[in-house]
């Protein structure tokens, strides 16, 4: 299967630490990248090849796999970390794209 | 920093075309794969299409197929996405992104609403 799948929503006080998981069949073969998007923007690369971090992204925010999980973490959450967070992978082809439904994180 | 501007979007009748533009700048555009994405309203992102660095391998979502169209201009430095058959259920905003298995960088969107 090339679906990915998350939790519809995660909320957390500031300071603690947010949990995003993507679950799919296809993980243990492709690498995960994650995006956040905040509202009326475009989405943004947060991490790539399950724990990479592009420049400029802080370091509290780190990516995991495990098996046919993967897991964003945000460490220390802060306010301006309240986004959509999506998971991305290659379909079992390695060709097409698929898409996690999204994680709304609320920072309360 | 790498820049993308897409251009194209409106309102269009269903059953009619449109075509997307995605101009880019700041990189060397002929040495990357490019994608489209769209994101319907209060909906996830969905991938539409990519296209290899160098135009000869084009790449559809299933359901997609026969009625989008990806294509690319090297020397212009402009990325395309004709639509044609237009659904109501097409209506968002698409997004254009350079990269190979992922999308580093992302254009700000054009927005299609298709409706009668």
């Known amino acids: 299967s090339s679906e990915l799948t998350q939790p519809p929503s995660v909320s957390v006080s500031p300071g603690q630490t947010a949990r995003i998981t993507c679950s799919g069949d296809?993980?243990?073969?492709?690498?995960a990248y994650w995006y956040q998007q905040k509202p009326g923007q475009a989405p943004v690369l947060v991490i790539y090849k399950d724990n990479e971090r592009p420049p400029g992204i802080p370091e509290r925010i780190s990516g995991s796999s495990s098996g046919t999980t993967v897991t964003l973490t945000i460490s220390g959450v802060q306010a301006e970390d309240e986004a959509d967070y999506y998971c991305q992978s290659a379909g079992d082809s390695g060709v097409y794209w698929v898409f996690g439904g999204g994680t709304k994180l609320t920072v309360l | 920093q790498v820049q993308l501007v897409e251009s194209g979007g409106g309102v269009v009748l269903p059953g009619r075309s449109l075509r997307l533009s995605c101009a880019a700048s700041r990189f060397t555009f002929s040495n990357f794969g490019m994608h489209w994405v769209r994101q319907a309203p209060g909906k996830g992102l969905e991938w539409v299409a990519g296209i290899s660095h160098d135009g000869n391998k084009t790449y559809y979502r299933d359901s997609l197929k026969g009625r989008f169209s990806i294509s690319r201009d090297n020397s212009k430095n402009t990325l395309f996405l004709q639509m044609s058959a237009l659904r109501t259920e097409d209506t968002a905003v698409y997004y254009c992104?350079?990269?190979?298995?992922?999308?580093?960088?992302w254009g700000q969107g054009a927005r299609v609403t298709v409706s009668s």
């Open positions: 296809v993980l243990p073969k492709r690498y």
């Open positions: 992104g350079v990269g190979g298995d992922y999308l580093a960088y």
